[in-house]
């Protein structure tokens, strides 16, 4: 393979252009402009892919984390990254994620690459990731800001979020990091490629009807039209107006379920084909797709060059193309880009819009997920794009049967949302599932309407108004699992993780001595609190040939106990088993699994107990294999209930910065993970309840599907 030229011609069959060499060479700036399909994409990832596995790995973050405005569609880019891995030979040693493919959480020493959408990347990054269980939060946010490459496709197109990104990565230069993280971003040179640029003139009271007329009088047969609108309710009225006018539509935009977006994106991959294709911002970043004629509504100025830059995008027109645009009938804000498409009419680039940024102080207390839900939706998309998850089921939810699956899911207008009957969510605190409240209605929360009920179309996607009956995609009951095939005991399962964290610290050099060492005692003591009677308890409620002495797990299929104090937390009596230990040992000890954090509240539980355990509960002797011993306890809750263990957290948050503590909370939790794993197998299972999960999480709290941690 000869230098990056051979690399990138492995990868795509193309040599690169001067600049994506020079990106090679010299590593990615800050900002990038490029024309519009002069190759962004790959540059925003084969380059750094060179630096990391060829000739600057000591040097290159170990993360690329791409990302795409919210009503882009990552599934073609994702693809194509797998194919350009695949051409390399580097697909086992490079993973792929998709970002809410939690997966990439538990390889944080392997070199990886997260694709997403700029709302689901940021609300992670500020610790309150849409659709992602609250638990995990501190992971994402530790490795998103840590040995990371951050690549923003557009700069407009992300609204609120660019100054939201912006001040992400000035903060992580004032506060620090455990490793480099750095930005990009990448923009389109602001001008329109060679097409003949026309204005229409469309009645706003007869607007679709309009819009047929000119794209009926404007399509070249044999060939393809591309129009895109800036709403899908006009996409969607667009497109039904096309098919009556016996016109062959395709029509594409962000909410679809994953089946029926791959396969719209597959037919647009159809070269040579005679048609419309309709689109609601969708096809202006991480798309490869060209057209002869291409209609726009009036937008911002980067959408604008990105819409045009899928006209005759390939030269393949030598005639050129035509780029059609007119103001939408709601107005807006036209003046954005008349500038570019109608200079002489107004010669002067509009400022760009003021927009909220985030700052230390919020970031901190974001920081504390056990403190008030903050809404993050204001730093990283406008009201109107604010958005949720749902899935279609037959009836209401079971607890029985496995929770909503990412091929069920479609992404939907919170606003729409409100406005619907007979939804369900799973209660934050129980787990069951219950009809939805008001309240329960926020950015990023998983919703189950009844299918019965519509609201959804195959070849529309989102379509509240629709009352045709939906098909239920729920995944069949699951007859085999992962679980523990062995009984642990608790000496064992403490030596193992010990071990797992020095094995991952060997693989993640660079953390000082003090550190390294937190984290090694850490998971060495991280599960003491599973001493407690009440988990040794759980452990053996369902019988089985349990061995004696203190367990660590219990083995299937004996290990569907329930707690006789239901929202016990067995972390919380581990780091009151530690009043000798440093600050940073306790506090990692109290917070390898996402629940007793900065603030320890009480939930769903009246005093005396706080997280399922008693002021004055007495902890039994316990020698570890190490020599070390622990004497018999009486515990007091009083430090969480006071504010001092608080205090103590905010102090080492801010001593050692927010970055840096929740890297170290995730090598914990990892090594607690990976030890756990050790143990796995697969083995039959019944359908899953709340009462009888397929696994219990290591508090004996019943959890399933996406509930769970990994590697419990």
Not at 434 to 450: F, I, K, N, S, Y
């Amino acid at each position: 393979m000869d230098g990056f030229e051979g690399f990138m011609r492995t990868a795509t069959g193309h040599d690169p252009y001067p600049y994506q060499a020079r990106l090679a060479t010299d590593g990615l700036p800050e900002l990038l402009t490029a024309p519009t399909g002069a190759g962004k994409s790959v540059a925003g990832v084969l380059p750094w892919l060179y630096r990391r596995l060829v000739t600057a790995p000591e040097t290159t973050p170990r993360r690329l984390v791409y990302v795409l405005p919210q009503h882009s569609l990552h599934d073609q880019l994702y693809e194509r990254i797998g194919r350009w891995l695949d051409r390399l030979g580097r697909a086992d040693e490079v993973g792929l994620h998709n970002v809410s493919d939690g997966g990439w959480r538990r390889h944080p020493e392997r070199t990886a690459i997260l694709v997403g959408t700029h709302d689901l990347m940021l609300s992670r990054a500020l610790m309150r990731g849409f659709g992602d269980a609250t638990v995990m939060a501190p992971v994402s946010f530790a490795l998103l800001h840590t040995d990371t490459q951050w690549v923003f496709d557009g700069m407009d197109p992300h609204g609120p979020a660019l100054p939201v990104g912006v001040e992400l990565q000035r903060l992580r230069d004032e506060v620090g990091t455990p490793s480099p993280t750095a930005t990009m971003w990448m923009s389109p040179e602001l001008s329109l490629p060679r097409v003949r640029t026309t204005r229409l003139d469309i009645d706003p009271a007869r607007y679709i009807g309009g819009l047929v007329d000119a794209l009926t009088a404007a399509h070249v047969p044999g060939t393809q039209t591309i129009a895109v609108l800036n709403t899908v309710e006009r996409a969607r009225a667009l497109y039904a107006a096309l098919r009556q006018h016996g016109r062959d539509a395709l029509l594409i935009h962000p909410r679809f379920r994953p089946a029926d977006r791959r396969r719209l994106l597959s037919e647009l991959d159809e070269t040579g084909t005679d048609r419309i294709v309709v689109s609601a911002r969708a096809l202006e970043a991480g798309i490869d797709v060209s057209s002869r004629t291409l209609l726009t509504e009036v937008a911002n100025v980067t959408s604008i060059v990105q819409r045009a830059g899928r006209c005759n995008r390939y030269g393949e027109h030598p005639e050129g193309g035509d780029l059609l645009w007119c103001e939408p009938p709601t107005g807006g804000d036209p003046d954005a880009t008349r500038w570019l498409l109608a200079p002489e009419r107004q010669p002067a680039r509009p400022a760009a819009p003021v927009r909220p940024a985030l700052r230390l102080p919020e970031l901190l207390e974001l920081f504390d997920t056990g403190g008030p839900d903050i809404d993050v939706s204001p730093w990283i998309c406008d009201e109107a794009d604010v958005t949720t998850t749902v899935a279609w089921r037959d009836g209401e939810p079971s607890d029985e049967s496995p929770g909503p699956g990412w091929s069920e899911l479609c992404q939907v207008p919170l606003a729409d949302l409100r406005q619907r009957d007979h939804a369900w969510v799973r209660d934050r605190v129980d787990g069951h599932w219950r009809p939805a409240l008001a309240g329960d209605l926020r950015p990023g929360v998983t919703v189950v309407l009844e299918a019965g009920h519509g609201g959804y179309l195959p070849d529309e996607g989102w379509a509240p108004e629709s009352r045709a009956p939906v098909a239920d995609l729920a995944p069949p009951a699951r007859t085999h699992t992962v679980a523990c095939v062995a009984w642990v005991g608790l000496d064992r399962h403490l030596m193992e993780t010990e071990e797992e964290a020095r094995l991952l610290l060997d693989a993640l050099p660079g953390l000082p001595t003090r550190q390294r060492d937190a984290v090694t005692r850490a998971a060495r003591y991280h599960d003491l609190g599973k001493c407690h009677e009440v988990f040794q308890e759980m452990l053996r409620a369902s019988g089985g040939d349990f061995p004696d002495g203190l367990l660590a797990k219990s083995r299937a299929p004996y290990n569907t106990g329930r707690s006789r104090r239901p929202y016990f937390r067995h972390e919380l009596v581990s780091a009151l088993m530690l009043p000798d230990e440093p600050p940073l040992v306790t506090y990692l000890v109290g917070a390898h699994h996402g629940t007793v954090r900065i603030t320890v509240r009480s939930v769903g539980e009246e005093a005396p107990f706080l997280r399922g355990v008693r002021d004055g509960d007495r902890t039994p002797p316990v020698a570890l294999s190490t020599g070390e011993r622990f004497p018999a306890r009486s515990l007091r809750t009083d430090i969480f209930t006071t504010g001092s263990w608080t205090a103590r957290a905010e102090a080492l948050r801010d001593d050692l910065g927010p970055f840096r503590l929740a890297y170290l909370e995730t090598l914990v939790r990892v090594a607690d993970w990976r030890s756990s794993a050790r143990h796995d197998g697969p083995v039959p299972t019944a359908p899953a309840t709340v009462g009888t999960p397929d696994r219990p999480d290591s508090s004996g709290t019943a959890v399933v599907d996406e509930m769970a941690e990994p590697g419990q």
